[in-house]
């Protein structure tokens, strides 16, 4: 009998941390500063304080989940054990979209910053190296994603340590500041600063992928659940006390182009020596992110092959030898050279789309197994099992429809795309189901 070939256990609880903040790429806070800076009009350090607080009741939903159902398929599973088989394939077609076009998103701007530092190199031939490159670490197994993504990520928060150094420098010498000043918003609506908190809670999307390794993973059940709640408290640190020191060293800020804002303000506050430190940093970052996005998608697709929820013998498949999901690790690099002919702005809309879709559905799981199914329903519980979620879903619902139109339509035209693939996968089965029926026997006459 042929032994059947599993995933292989050994990720610890930091390795874990690692790959979920290199998921989230701590740069973030850099490359979207511009674009929170003008749409909370200057309150950021409000704005991510906001954000970190919204977020932690998804986050909190994605650990309780993780605790009751430690498989590798995330909300896909979650959704499809709580709810419904059906919701949970719907979901994780949605998480699909996230899943897929991260990679791409990756490849896209490893190409734009690495030809705008070698002009003669064309875009094309970054995006397919680093193609390449990642498979190649992705197929030798994730104990090596996680050695370099854990490499990246401290080089990525010694660069945060550094660049608050210099702020802190530069507040020594100045005069009396009044230590609240961040928090204070006089003439700033509300309603303005909660615009920018929904943008800034694009930076802490990724945080979920390490749902995707609990079959990696030492003791999921309690791993797990533990990782995100480091990996929040972590995001929330690194974003928080920049932007507090920013804002105490530069009130007003303006910048001539709001997509290079994070660069312009690296060159502010620590010349050029920093600003170059800066773009080397950024370019490692953004490997060590398509490195775990790769890493995901691939297990997703994995359990969803596994399920016969796509086609088992290419997406359920495992290489023998290094225990990794290596078709799926291949697919997902040739779809990924999408990066060659698709813009930034659209890849960046459909993983909004299929994250925030998956999160909804994450704080619904916990309110349908915990508090209805399960019948958890003291005081303490009915807070943490329907209280809590609905905050989370209810605040995710509202980021969803901040995107815009376009980006609701494409996101809608692909969950249109997986029922009908789903009706035909259906349909296709219950064909073979009726063809593989004993006929009765005809009757002698």
């Known amino acids: 009998m042929k032994e059947e070939v599993k995933l292989r256990q050994t990720l610890t609880l930091f390795q874990v941390v690692f790959l979920g903040l290199a998921w989230m790429t701590p740069m973030i806070y850099f490359t979207v500063y511009g674009i929170a800076y003008d749409t909370s009009r200057g309150m950021l350090t409000v704005a991510y304080?906001?954000?970190?607080?919204?977020?932690?009741?998804?986050?909190?939903?994605?650990?309780?989940?993780?605790?009751?159902?430690?498989?590798?398929?995330?909300?896909?599973?979650?959704?499809?054990?709580?709810?419904?088989?059906?919701?949970?394939?719907?979901?994780?077609?949605?998480?699909?979209?996230?899943?897929?076009?991260?990679?791409?998103?990756?490849?896209?701007?490893?190409?734009?910053?690495?030809?705008?530092?070698?002009?003669?190199?064309?875009?094309?031939?970054?995006?397919?190296?680093?193609?390449?490159?990642?498979?190649?670490?992705?197929?030798?197994?994730?104990?090596?994603?996680?050695?370099?993504?854990?490499?990246?990520?401290?080089?990525?928060?010694?660069?945060?340590?550094?660049?608050?150094?210099?702020?802190?420098?530069?507040?020594?010498?100045?005069?009396?500041?009044?230590?609240?000043?961040?928090?204070?918003?006089?003439?700033?609506?509300?309603s303005t600063i909660l615009a920018g908190a929904s943008i800034i809670c694009f930076s802490f999307l990724g945080f979920d992928t390490i749902t995707t390794m609990a079959e990696e993973t030492v003791d999921a059940r309690r791993t797990i659940p533990r990782a995100i709640l480091i990996i929040i408290i972590a995001a929330g640190v690194m974003y928080l006390i920049p932007s507090y020191l920013t804002q105490l060293a530069y009130p007003q800020l303006s910048f001539v182009n709001l997509?290079?804002?994070?660069?312009?303000?690296?060159?502010?506050?620590?010349?050029?020596?920093?600003?170059?430190?800066?773009?080397?940093?950024?370019?490692?970052?953004?490997?060590?992110?398509?490195l775990t996005s790769i890493t995901s998608v691939s297990r997703l697709l994995y359990v969803m092959g596994r399920d016969s929820i796509l086609p088992k013998r290419i997406f359920g498949y495992l290489h023998p030898r290094f225990k990794t999901p290596t078709?799926?690790?291949?697919?997902?690099?040739?779809?990924?050279?999408?990066?060659?002919?698709?813009?930034?702005?659209?890849?960046?809309?459909?993983?909004?789309?299929?994250?925030?879709?998956?999160?909804?559905?994450?704080?619904?799981?916990?309110?349908?197994?915990?508090?209805?199914?399960d019948n958890q329903r003291s005081l303490k519980q009915t807070l943490l099992y329907l209280v809590s979620p609905l905050l989370g879903a209810g605040f995710i619902i509202y980021l969803l429809f901040q995107l815009d139109r376009n980006a609701l339509l494409a996101g809608s035209l692909w969950m249109l795309l997986g029922i009908v693939y789903h009706l035909y996968r259906t349909r296709t089965s219950q064909a073979a189901g009726e063809r593989l029926k004993p006929r009765p026997a005809e009757t002698q006459i």
């Open 259 to 290: 997509d290079s804002a994070g660069f312009e303000l690296v060159r502010m506050v620590g010349g050029a020596g920093l600003s170059a430190l800066f773009i080397t940093i950024l370019i490692l970052a953004i490997f060590t992110q398509g």
């Open 49 to 190: 304080l906001i954000a970190v607080i919204a977020i932690f009741f998804t986050a909190r939903s994605y650990g309780v989940m993780a605790r009751t159902y430690p498989a590798s398929g995330s909300a896909y599973t979650y959704a499809g054990k709580s709810l419904h088989p059906y919701v949970g394939f719907l979901v994780g077609w949605a998480l699909l979209l996230d899943y897929l076009f991260s990679p791409i998103i990756a490849c896209l701007t490893f190409g734009i910053y690495l030809h705008a530092q070698f002009p003669s190199v064309p875009t094309f031939v970054w995006i397919v190296l680093l193609n390449a490159a990642l498979a190649v670490v992705n197929i030798i197994g994730i104990n090596f994603s996680a050695i370099i993504s854990k490499l990246f990520v401290l080089l990525q928060l010694t660069f945060i340590a550094v660049f608050c150094f210099f702020l802190i420098k530069g507040l020594a010498g100045a005069e009396a500041i009044h230590p609240l000043q961040p928090f204070v918003h006089a003439g700033i609506p509300f």
């Open 327 to 373: 078709r799926n690790i291949i697919i997902t690099s040739v779809i990924s050279l999408l990066a060659l002919t698709i813009s930034l702005d659209a890849a960046v809309k459909f993983v909004s789309f299929g994250a925030l879709t998956a999160f909804v559905f994450v704080n619904l799981s916990v309110i349908a197994k915990r508090y209805l199914k």
